[in-house]
């Protein structure tokens, strides 16, 4: 059975920092692609980040580029997202999925990735 457990989201200031942990059980993680996406109240989810099996390629959403990193720690069965410079609409929950078949691409779209996380709350004070 897959899982995904993310954490570290919590309250924090404008222009502050948080590092997202996505950790995975029941899969050899490393073979699978990965994403974050968000949801704030009202709103669409959002792609955020998304990282490849072999972490070769990385992809993140325009808006967040230059402030938001992913990367993936293998030996840990971890994805991380690090968050720098936020802002108050960066107010969401996020979410990591993972794409269900081995060795496939990237992708921004939701639909694409087949396990799901609960989400983590990301508040950010003006």
């Known amino acids: 059975q897959v899982q995904l457990v993310e954490s570290g989201g919590g309250l924090v200031q404008a222009g502050g920092s948080l590092r997202l942990s996505c950790a995975a059980s029941?899969?050899?993680?490393?073979?699978?692609?990965t994403g974050w996406f968000r949801q704030a109240p009202g709103k669409e989810r959002e792609f955020v980040a998304a990282i490849s099996w072999g972490a070769g390629t990385t992809d993140v959403a325009d808006s967040m580029k230059g402030r938001f990193t992913i990367s993936r720690d293998n030996a840990k069965n971890t994805v991380y997202l690090q968050m720098n410079s936020l802002k108050p609409e960066d107010t969401a929950v996020y979410y990591c999925a993972s794409r269900r078949t081995a060795f496939t691409a990237v992708t921004r779209t939701g639909n694409d990735y087949y396990y799901w996380g609960q989400g983590t709350q990301v508040t950010v004070s003006s």
């Open positions: 029941g899969r050899t993680f490393s073979n699978y692609a």
